[in-house]
Structures are given as C-alpha cells and as structure tokens.
C-alpha cells in the first residue's frame, strides 16, 4: 500500500527559496509537533505494545530534526517565532470521526499522509536549493518521510483490516488533495 498524493504547486519551491528564513521556523515547529504527536499516541494508546515502542522512536527521531532545524535557524541568527496553527493540519482533523476505533484509525492515516505530503515537499525543497549542504539535508529529511508515512500504514494495517485501511486512505488522499489545491501557497511546509 502506497499514498499516491497530488503533486504540490509548482510555485511552491520558489516561494520557500525565496523566503527560506520564515520556511525555517515553520518547519522547525512541525518537526515539534511532530514529535509531541507520537508521544500523544503514546498516551492515548498505551496498551498498544507495537504503537508505543515505535511512537517513541519516531518521537525521539522528530525532535532530533527539530534540533537540526533549530540549530540551521541559529546558524542564521533566527529566533523561533510564536507557535501558529496550521491551516493545512487543522482542515485534515475536521476530517477524523468520532468513535474509539474510528478515531484511532484516522489519526495513524492523517499522519500518515502527512508524513506523505513532508516527503514529496522536501524533495522539491532539495532539488530547488542552491546550497548544496541544505539540499542535502532536505535530501536526507524526505528519505525519513518516506519511513515515516510507511510506519503510520504499516501500523494501521496491524490494527485494523487490510480493506477498511485502504478505503480509508483512498478518501483521506481525496481529502487532501482538494484540501492543498485551496491553500494559498505559502513559505511554510503545508
């Protein structure tokens, strides 16, 4: 099972290389998040032995990026802003259902997709760069994605039946796309 995502704006690259400053906080702050979402999983499922030994993997490995992300930031004499919600993550979850394994389901693939949509972006970022050591980096970042997006289909395939997960990610993957067709493009990584 693969997430086949909708290919981003091509004017997306041009506005990160063009306001990379800004990108840079935006994306530190979704590795953040990222990392304080699999420790939430961790709490709100810890009866799932798999779920919780790889939530906390993942967890450790975003706030190692976020790291690296604060220190390109520091690097550059940038100061985190204040936290911002994201409008691209904020339209997904008016999306989960309610219900324990509904709920469940929904958020190993909004995460999963997610983790999708980080790969495909940071990919576009590497090729775009100039600078070779940041190409590099954004390289190395969406070679992560890729295990990542894999982790969260993976996980809802032990929990849940191989048809009710397909089905589920194929409507979620509609979601998202006409979700990023109506987003202003912007410096920030969704």
């Known amino acids: 099972m693969k997430i086949h995502l909708s290919p981003s704006p091509a004017e997306w690259a041009t506005c990160v290389c063009e306001n990379f400053d800004e990108f840079l906080a935006d994306h530190a702050a979704n590795e953040r998040k990222a990392s304080s979402m699999a420790m939430s999983l961790v709490v709100h499922y810890p009866d799932r032995e798999t779920l919780v030994r790889e939530m906390v993997d993942l967890a450790l490995e975003e706030l190692n990026h976020f790291k690296q992300v604060v220190r390109l930031m520091q690097e550059r004499k940038l100061v985190m802003p204040p936290d911002e919600k ?33 790969e ?59 979700l990023i067709a109506s987003l202003p493009v912007r410096s920030r990584l969704h």
Do not use: M
Not at 87 to 96: K, W
Not at 138 to 147: C, D, H, I, Q
């Open 86 to 118: 994201d409008p691209y993550v904020n339209s997904l979850r008016e999306h989960v259902r309610k219900g324990a394994d509904a709920y469940f389901l929904d958020r190993l693939l909004v995460a999963a997709v997610i983790e999708a949509r980080g």
């Open 120 to 178: 495909e972006r940071f990919r576009l970022l590497a090729a775009s760069l100039q600078d070779e050591q940041l190409s590099s980096f954004y390289r190395a970042l969406a070679n992560s994605e890729v295990g990542h997006h894999r982790l969260f289909l993976d996980l809802a395939l032990e929990y849940f039946p191989a048809r009710e997960v397909e089905t589920r990610l194929s409507e979620w993957i509609g979601i998202e796309q006409v």
